[in-house]
């Protein structure tokens, strides 16, 4: 069967040629034009990705992302004309996995889609017979059922978010720069993509420390990375 993908364009000849590379790589695609019907399509059917433009009219992607993040776990790629940081990070903050700007490749799209169908097809299929647990000082990760618990208070985590606090609990004491961890969570070389880390890494810390401007947890090593002290 095939994956299913969802496109959230209002600009048709961009939506057109999307769906044309996603086709010929054998992906099921369907375009809505608009926030309000997009949302709707999108909570409704069952889709492996949805391709999200951030400027559409009705409500917009940012408002669109939020709704489809509270209900559903799939990944969102976020497409925007706005170069701007902010928007990026906001995205990012409401629960996309990823953000690119216009223009882009029709064939980088295509990577992108199949790069975060890989990783979370590898998550979600991986059915275990017993859970996988990991504790560290009142952090309760259940790797099977993609849950976290501090101090016995389960915490809502986007795909993402569980994914990269996940990892640096497996490695503690070791210390990843942001490159690194892009290239393990998102599979991808971070061309221009470090806001993409900072931004989790600061989500986390926001669900797991009792400061987070002091964190207990995730330190960062200035000038190097950040890693997860036990």
Known sequence: MSNRILIIEDEEAIAEL????????????????????????????????????????????????????EKKNIPI?????????????????????????????????????????????????????ENDIIEIRGIKIDKTARRVWVDGEEKAFTGKEFD??????????????????????WDMDSIGDIATVTVHIKKIREKVEYDSANPQYIETIWGVGYRFRI
């Open 164 to 185: 990269l606090l996940t990892f640096l609990a497996e490695h503690p004491n070791r210390v990843y720069s942001k490159d690194e961890l892009f290239r393990e969570i």
């Open 77 to 129: 790629i976020m497409v925007s004309a706005k170069k701007e940081d902010i928007d990026k990070i906001r995205g990012l903050g409401l629960g996309a996995d990823d953000y690119m700007t216009k223009p882009f490749s029709p064939s980088e799209l295509v990577a992108r889609v199949k790069a975060h169908l890989a990783r979370y097809e590898r998550l979600t299929s991986a059915a275990m017979s």
């Open 18 to 69: 999307e769906k044309d590379y996603l086709e010929l790589s054998d992906f099921e695609v369907t375009i809505k034009a608009n926030g309000e019907d997009g949302l709707k399509e999108a909570l409704e059917e069952n889709y492996n990705l949805v391709v999200l433009d951030l400027m559409l009219p009705g409500i917009d992607g940012f408002d669109v992302c939020k709704e489809i993040r």
